[in-house]
């Protein structure tokens, strides 16, 4: 019985984990600066590794690259919703904004 009361308990635990980062990301935005043509075109492109990173430094929470729903890497600038796995299929959106480097 204990056992399946400590279960019960972690899976409480990451429960609240994972809805506590829902919400901290939901709130985020990110910026992200690239270097880019006068068309807004991207020297290179914006993948998983960089927003992962970006959301490692702005919040401190470190996500797997995979988690993050990107279908293609963003090549342009802009703002974009980028969807991120939390877990158990909650999904959260990031405002990430592309700008570019001066």
Not at 75 to 96: C, L
Request: hydrophobic content about 40%; overall charge neutral; charged content about 35%.
């Amino acid at each position: 019985v204990k056992a399946e009361t400590a279960g019960v308990m972690a899976e409480e635990a990451r429960a609240k984990r994972e809805a506590e980062a829902a919400s901290l990301l939901s709130k985020t935005v990110l910026t992200i600066h690239q270097r880019a043509g006068e068309d807004g075109k991207l020297f290179g492109s914006v993948g998983v590794k960089e927003i992962a990173d970006a959301i490692q430094d702005a919040r401190g929470v470190k996500i797997d690259r995979r988690k993050i729903r990107l279908e293609q890497p963003l090549r342009e600038v802009g703002t974009f919703m980028v969807e991120i796995d939390v877990g158990d299929g909650t999904t959260t959106a990031v405002k990430t904004i592309i700008s570019e480097e001066k």
